[in-house]
C-alpha cells in the first residue's frame, strides 16, 4: 500500500507541475484542442489513480476540474481567464493535499467546497447550445493514455549503479579482447565474443539514454510561476519557451531546476518594470520574457532573455557599497564586467527593498554556485535600460556525446563531435595556412579561420613522434556564428563518449569541459571548444554576423504605428499614437492648480497646461500623459494605462475636428482616438501672445545694484521672456539686451548681434536724439521690447 | 571506534597519520594521463574500474619538487565535494587504531604542511603529523599562479 501511496504521489506531483504550465500555456491560445486533451487527461490520470487508493478529497477536486474541462471539451463552456484561475487554484489545492499525504500517509481531512465552488460560479455563464454531433471522447483518450503512463519510476541511485556496471562491463570487455587477440582464439571464440560485445554496446547506449530527459520537464512549471508572479506585480508579461526537445541529463536537472526558477523569478520581480516606466520607456506594456534552450557543442545552453531594465552597473556599485560588499576603493578600480558581476556576491540583493517574490534568502551568489559545482557557467548580457540576458552553459555531463579523438602533445583529447564542422589535413590542396602578424590563419575554399594549435594553447611541446607536415585541422564551431580552425597533431576514430565532470581544479583552467573514459580503459580529455578560444584570445566570430543582426533590429524599429490604450478619468477608453508621448507622470493631485481658468501641473521645477475641465478631487495621485511636438508639452490626466496596441488600418474619422479624431476597433472593442494636432493647438493658441514656444532671452547688462534683477525681470517673465543677468550668461545669445546704466558705453561690446535697449534713471529724456526709455514706465519698454524683437518674429 | 583507526603513511617524504574516515581506499594506479595547463599539484587522471580519478602530488602542495608516477604506484583515494583524488603516497605503512589522543602541534612547520597539517599524534615512540587529505586538493591561490 506505502508503495502504491509513494508511487501516486511522485506520479501526481509530477504531473501537476506540467498540468500547471499546460494550463497556463492553454489559457493563452483556448482554441489549442491537443493542449486541452492533454490537460483533460492529466485530471483524469488523478482521478483514476486516486479512487484506487480510496482518497475522496483528491478524486473529488480531480473529479470536478474534468467535469468542467469535459464541459470545455464538448464546447459547452469558454475557456476562459475565470475557468482557468478556478482549475489552477483545484491544482494547488491537490498540490497541498499531496504534500500532506506525503508527509502524515494519509489524507487530511478537510473540505474543498470553495475551490469546487469557484469552478461551479463560473460555469453559470450562458451555456452554448448542446452540439448536434456529441463527440464519444473515450476511445481517443484510452489511447492517449496508454501511450503517455506507461512507465515505471526507477530510483535514480539504482540508474546510477547500472551506469557504471554497464561502463566496468565494457572496460572488462576491452581487456578481453585484446586478451583473446594476443592469445589467437578460434574464429568461433571470436564470433560469439563479437556477439557478446554487440550487445554490451547496445545496453550501454539504452543504459545512458534512460538517464535523458527532454528539458521540457524543467520548463514545464514555468509559464504558471510567471503567470502568478505577473498577476501579482500587476505586469504583462508574455512568456515563450524554446528548445523543449534538447535533452538533458536527469540529475544535471535536478541542479539546474532551482536557479532557473529563481533567475525567472528574478526577471518577472525585477528585471521588468511596471507598465508605466515601460510606457516612459517606450516600451510595449507587454514584457517579453523567454527562456530558451539548445546545445552548443559539448554544452547546453539555457538563456533567459528579458526586455525589462537591465542591471544598471553604478546603481549596483552604489549598492555594493551600501551593504558593504565592497568597499568605495575597491569600487572605482572595478571594470564595468565587474560591476556587472557584483550581484554574484554574497550578502548582494539587486532589489531595492526585499520583496515577498524573491527576496527569500537566495541571491544570484547560490544561483551561480550551484551552477558551477555541476562544472556549468552563469554568463550575463547586459543591456541597460533595453533588458538582461542570462545564459546557464552547463556541460552535457554524465551524458552521451559522440566525440572526436584527436592526438596532440603525445596524448589524446577528445572534442565533441557536434562542434565540428570540418576535418582536413594542413597540406591537403583546399587549406591555405598563413601567417599574418604573428598569428596564423587558414582559408578554406575562400572561407578564413584562425588557426589555434593544441599544443601551443596547451602550453606543450609538440610531440618529436608526430609528423609536423601532415597535421590534421579540424573547424570547430563552438557556438552560434563562431568558428575557427584547430591544429591537432593526428585524428585518431570517433567514438561514443560517457562525459563526467572533472576536479572542479582541472575545470578552472577553463580548457576541459570534463573526463571521460573511452575503450581504451585510460582516461581522456574532453576539450572545451568555447574555452579554448578564450584561452587564445581569438576573436572567432564569423564575419558579417553583426551587420544582418543591425539590419534586422533596424527593421523591428521600422515596424507598425504603436497605440497606446488608456483608461480616462472618466472611465472611458481611450487610445492616443504612442510616438506622441513622451513620458507618463504620476503627480500628487496637489502638483495641480488652476491659473488663469486653465489647469496647470507643476511637474519638478516646470508648469505644464492641463487638458482637464476642473481640477481632480482628492489627495491621492494623478496620471499624466505628457504629449510633446517636439517644442511644447502638454498633460492629459489618465486612470490607467491599459496597454501599447498596433494601430488599426482602418478608422472611421470623426464628423467635425476635435479632442476625438475617430474610432476604430481594437480587440473588438470601438476605442476613441484622440487627436494630438487638435489638442497641441487648443493650447498652443491659448498660451500667452508672443511667449511662443521660444521665448526671446533678454540678458540684462551692467544690473549693478540689482534694480533689473529685482524690479524688472518679474515683469519680463510674465509678458514672456526669459531673463538672464550678467552674472548668468550662458553660451545663448540673447535676443535683446537691456543696458540698465546712464552710461552710454557701458554695454557697447556686450550686446554682440543683438538689439540693445538702453533704460534711464531719469523721467525726462536727455534730448531729442536720445533713445532711452525711463525705467519705470512699463508700457513703452514692452513696446521696446516688441519692436526689436516681438516684431521681427512676426 | 573508527575515530582512532588511522592510516599511516609516508607522502611527501614525511611519515603521517590520515584519520581513517577521511579516506576512501588505498589503490595502485593505472598508467595516468596528464593533465596540460592544469594547476602544478595535479600529476595526472587515472582509471579505476569506471570512475575516473585526479591525481594529487603532495610533494608539490608542501614545496617540493614534483615526482614521477609510474604505473603501480600505491595512492590514497579520497572522496573532496563528490570528487574523487588520489594522494601519491612513497610508502603506505600500516592501517591502525592509535590510543593515544590527538595534540596540538608543537614547533614550527614549514608552511606547506602547516596548511595541511591538524594535529600530532604519537605512534610507537614516533611523533606523526595527522593530516587532512582534503587540504592537499586545494592549493592556495598564490603558489598556484
Known amino acids: 500500500m506505502d508503495d502504491l501511496l509513494n508511487d501516486f504521489l511522485a506520479e501526481t506531483a509530477e504531473i501537476l507541475a506540467e498540468a500547471g504550465g499546460a494550463i497556463v500555456a492553454w489559457e493563452a491560445d483556448p482554441g489549442d484542442r491537443e493542449r486541452l486533451d492533454a490537460i483533460f487527461r492529466f485530471v483524469h490520470t488523478i482521478k483514476g489513480s486516486s479512487g484506487f487508493l480510496s482518497l475522496p478529497r483528491v478524486t473529488a477536486l480531480s473529479h470536478a476540474a474534468e467535469d468542467a474541462l469535459d464541459q470545455v471539451r464538448r464546447g459547452n463552456r469558454p475557456a476562459n481567464a475565470a475557468l482557468v484561475t478556478a482549475i489552477l487554484g483545484i491544482v494547488d489545492r491537490l498540490s497541498l493535499l499531496c504534500d500532506a499525504l506525503g508527509n502524515g500517509g494519509v489524507e487530511p481531512a478537510g473540505d474543498d467546497a470553495d475551490v469546487i465552488d469557484a469552478l461551479a460560479f463560473v460555469s453559470e455563464e450562458p451555456a452554448a447550445p448542446e452540439p448536434a454531433e456529441i463527440r464519444l471522447r473515450r476511445e481517443d483518450d484510452l489511447a492517449a493514455e496508454l501511450q503517455a503512463w506507461r512507465s515505471i519510476r526507477v530510483p535514480l541511485p539504482l540508474l546510477d549503479s547500472m551506469m557504471t556496471g554497464v561502463t566496468d562491463i565494457v572496460l572488462a570487455r576491452n581487456e578481453f579482447a585484446r586478451m583473446l587477440r594476443e592469445a589467437g582464439a578460434d574464429p568461433s571464440t571470436i564470433a560469439a565474443f563479437d556477439r557478446l560485445s554487440d550487445s554490451i554496446a547496445a545496453m550501454r547506449q539504452s543504459v545512458s539514454q534512460m538517464r535523458m530527459q527532454r528539458i521540457d520537464k524543467l520548463f514545464a512549471p514555468l509559464p504558471r510561476i510567471v503567470r502568478d508572479l505577473a498577476q501579482d506585480l500587476g505586469k504583462k508579461i508574455a512568456f515563450s519557451t524554446s528548445g523543449g526537445e534538447v535533452e538533458l541529463d536527469r540529475e544535471m536537472m535536478e541542479n539546474i531546476r532551482d536557479p532557473l526558477i529563481h533567475i525567472v523569478r528574478n526577471a518577472v520581480d525585477h528585471g521588468i518594470e511596471p507598465l508605466d516606466q515601460r510606457v516612459a520607456a517606450g516600451k510595449g506594456v507587454t514584457a517579453n520574457l523567454s527562456v530558451s534552450a539548445r546545445q552548443s557543442g559539448n554544452q547546453i545552453e539555457i538563456v533567459v532573455r528579458d526586455d525589462g531594465r537591465g542591471l544598471s552597473p553604478?546603481?549596483?556599485?552604489?549598492?555594493?557599497?551600501?551593504?558593504?560588499?565592497?568597499?568605495?576603493?575597491?569600487?572605482?578600480?572595478?571594470?564595468?564586467?565587474?560591476?556587472?558581476?557584483?550581484?554574484?556576491?554574497?550578502?548582494?540583493?539587486?532589489?531595492?527593498?526585499?520583496?515577498?517574490?524573491?527576496?527569500?534568502?537566495?541571491?544570484?551568489?547560490?544561483?551561480?554556485?550551484?551552477?558551477?559545482?555541476?562544472?556549468?557557467?552563469?554568463?550575463?548580457?547586459?543591456?541597460?535600460?533595453?533588458?538582461?540576458?542570462?545564459?546557464?552553459?552547463?556541460?552535457?555531463?554524465?551524458?552521451?556525446?559522440?566525440?572526436?579523438?584527436?592526438?596532440?602533445?603525445?596524448?589524446?583529447?577528445?572534442?565533441?563531435?557536434?562542434?565540428?564542422?570540418?576535418?582536413?589535413?594542413?597540406?591537403?590542396?583546399?587549406?591555405?595556412?598563413?601567417?599574418?602578424?604573428?598569428?596564423?590563419?587558414?582559408?578554406?575554399?575562400?572561407?578564413?579561420?584562425?588557426?589555434?594549435?593544441?599544443?601551443?594553447?596547451?602550453?606543450?611541446?609538440?610531440?618529436?613522434?608526430?609528423?609536423?607536415?601532415?597535421?590534421?585541422?579540424?573547424?570547430?564551431?563552438?557556438?552560434?556564428?563562431?568558428?575557427?580552425?584547430?591544429?591537432?597533431?593526428?585524428?585518431?576514430?570517433?567514438?561514443?563518449?560517457?562525459?563526467?565532470?572533472?576536479?572542479?581544479?582541472?575545470?578552472?583552467?577553463?580548457?576541459?569541459?570534463?573526463?571521460?573514459?573511452?575503450?581504451?580503459?585510460?582516461?581522456?580529455?574532453?576539450?572545451?571548444?568555447?574555452?579554448?578560444?578564450?584561452?587564445?584570445?581569438?576573436?572567432?566570430?564569423?564575419?558579417?554576423?553583426?551587420?544582418?543582426?543591425?539590419?534586422?533590429?533596424?527593421?523591428?524599429?521600422?515596424?507598425?504605428?504603436?497605440?497606446?490604450?488608456?483608461?480616462?478619468?472618466?472611465?472611458?477608453?481611450?487610445?492616443?499614437?504612442?510616438?506622441?508621448?513622451?513620458?507618463?507622470?504620476?503627480?500628487?493631485?496637489?502638483?495641480?492648480?488652476?491659473?488663469?481658468?486653465?489647469?496647470?501641473?507643476?511637474?519638478?521645477?516646470?508648469?505644464?497646461?492641463?487638458?482637464?475641465?476642473?481640477?481632480?478631487?482628492?489627495?491621492?495621485?494623478?496620471?499624466?500623459?505628457?504629449?510633446?511636438?517636439?517644442?511644447?508639452?502638454?498633460?492629459?490626466?489618465?486612470?490607467?494605462?491599459?496597454?501599447?496596441?498596433?494601430?488599426?488600418?482602418?478608422?472611421?474619422?470623426?464628423?467635425?475636428?476635435?479632442?476625438?479624431?475617430?474610432?476604430?476597433?481594437?480587440?473588438?472593442?470601438?476605442?476613441?482616438?484622440?487627436?494630438?494636432?487638435?489638442?497641441?493647438?487648443?493650447?498652443?493658441?491659448?498660451?500667452?501672445?508672443?511667449?511662443?514656444?521660444?521665448?526671446?532671452?533678454?540678458?540684462?547688462?551692467?544690473?549693478?545694484?540689482?534694480?533689473?534683477?529685482?524690479?524688472?525681470?518679474?515683469?519680463?517673465?510674465?509678458?514672456?521672456?526669459?531673463?538672464?543677468?550678467?552674472?548668468?550668461?550662458?553660451?545663448e545669445a540673447p535676443d535683446v539686451l537691456l543696458c540698465l546704466s546712464d552710461d552710454g558705453d557701458a554695454c557697447a561690446n556686450l550686446g554682440g548681434d543683438a538689439p540693445v535697449i538702453r533704460l534711464r534713471a531719469s523721467v525726462a529724456a536727455a534730448g531729442a536724439d536720445d533713445d532711452t526709455i525711463y525705467r519705470y514706465d512699463r508700457q513703452a519698454l514692452l513696446d521696446a521690447l516688441r519692436r526689436r524683437v516681438g516684431g521681427e518674429r512676426r | 571506534m573508527m575515530e582512532k583507526l588511522y592510516l599511516v603513511a609516508r607522502i611527501a617524504d614525511t611519515r603521517v597519520a590520515l584519520r581513517s574516515r577521511t579516506i576512501h581506499s588505498v589503490v595502485t594506479v593505472g598508467q595516468p594521463v596528464e593533465v596540460p595547463a592544469a594547476p602544478p599539484h595535479v600529476a595526472g587522471l587515472f582509471a579505476l574500474r569506471s570512475r575516473v580519478f585526479t591525481l594529487i602530488d603532495p610533494h608539490v602542495v608542501v614545496g617540493l619538487p614534483p615526482v614521477a608516477v609510474a604505473q603501480g604506484q600505491r595512492v590514497i583515494v579520497v572522496d573532496v565535494a563528490d570528487h574523487g583524488y588520489a594522494l601519491i603516497a612513497d610508502e603506505i605503512e600500516d592501517v591502525c587504531f592509535i590510543e593515544t589522543p590527538e595534540t596540538r602541534i608543537a614547533g614550527r612547520l614549514s608552511p606547506g604542511w602547516a596548511r595541511v597539517a591538524d594535529a600530532m599524534i604519537e605512534h610507537r615512540g614516533a611523533s606523526l603529523l595527522v593530516v587532512d587529505p582534503a587540504q592537499f586538493v586545494t592549493l592556495p591561490v598564490a603558489s598556484a599562479a
Request: with cysteine; net charge negative.
Open chain 1, 314 to 731: 553604478d546603481a549596483l556599485v552604489a549598492k555594493a557599497v551600501a551593504a558593504q560588499v565592497v568597499t568605495a576603493t575597491e569600487a572605482r578600480g572595478l571594470t564595468p564586467r565587474e560591476r556587472l558581476e557584483l550581484i554574484f556576491r554574497p550578502g548582494f540583493s539587486t532589489a531595492a527593498k526585499v520583496t515577498s517574490i524573491s527576496g527569500r534568502g537566495v541571491g544570484m551568489d547560490i544561483v551561480k554556485s550551484n551552477i558551477e559545482k555541476i562544472g556549468g557557467v552563469v554568463e550575463l548580457r547586459n543591456e541597460e535600460g533595453r533588458g538582461l540576458t542570462i545564459i546557464l552553459r552547463v556541460p552535457m555531463t554524465l551524458t552521451i556525446i559522440s566525440g572526436l579523438m584527436v592526438r596532440a602533445a603525445g596524448q589524446y583529447f577528445a572534442i565533441p563531435r557536434g562542434a565540428v564542422r570540418e576535418i582536413l589535413l594542413e597540406s591537403s590542396d583546399s587549406a591555405r595556412v598563413d601567417r599574418v602578424g604573428g598569428g596564423e590563419l587558414v582559408t578554406v575554399r575562400g572561407e578564413q579561420f584562425p588557426l589555434l594549435r593544441l599544443e601551443t594553447i596547451l602550453g606543450r611541446a609538440v610531440d618529436a613522434d608526430d609528423d609536423t607536415d601532415d597535421r590534421a585541422v579540424v573547424i570547430v564551431r563552438p557556438g552560434q556564428g563562431q568558428s575557427y580552425a584547430l591544429s591537432v597533431a593526428a585524428i585518431h576514430d570517433h567514438e561514443e563518449l560517457v562525459i563526467k565532470p572533472a576536479a572542479p581544479l582541472i575545470m578552472t583552467t577553463g580548457l576541459y569541459a570534463g573526463t571521460t573514459l573511452p575503450d581504451s580503459g585510460r582516461p581522456v580529455l574532453l576539450l572545451d571548444v568555447q574555452g579554448l578560444l578564450a584561452a587564445a584570445g581569438v576573436d572567432a566570430s564569423e564575419a558579417g554576423r553583426n551587420r544582418e543582426e543591425a539590419a534586422e533590429t533596424e527593421a523591428s524599429a521600422r515596424g507598425a504605428t504603436q497605440l497606446l490604450l488608456f483608461r480616462d478619468a472618466s472611465e472611458r477608453v481611450r487610445g492616443v499614437r504612442l510616438s506622441v508621448i513622451e513620458r507618463v507622470e504620476e503627480v500628487p493631485a496637489l502638483a495641480l492648480f488652476e491659473s488663469a481658468g486653465a489647469i496647470q501641473a507643476q511637474i519638478g521645477d516646470a508648469i505644464f497646461p492641463v487638458h482637464a475641465a476642473a481640477l481632480p478631487e482628492g489627495h491621492g495621485t494623478v496620471k499624466l500623459l505628457r504629449l510633446h511636438d517636439g517644442r511644447s508639452v502638454l498633460c492629459y490626466p489618465i486612470e490607467a494605462v491599459i496597454d501599447i496596441v498596433r494601430m488599426p488600418d482602418a478608422m472611421q474619422p470623426a464628423a467635425a475636428p476635435g479632442l476625438i479624431a475617430g474610432v476604430a476597433l481594437i480587440g473588438g472593442d470601438p476605442v476613441e482616438l484622440i487627436d494630438p494636432f487638435w489638442l497641441m493647438e487648443q493650447y498652443e493658441t491659448t498660451r500667452a501672445a508672443g511667449a511662443g514656444p521660444r521665448r526671446p532671452l533678454c540678458r540684462l547688462a551692467d544690473d549693478a545694484d540689482g534694480w533689473g534683477e529685482n524690479f524688472l525681470a518679474p515683469i519680463l517673465r510674465d509678458a514672456g521672456y526669459r531673463v538672464a543677468s550678467d552674472k548668468e550668461s550662458g553660451d
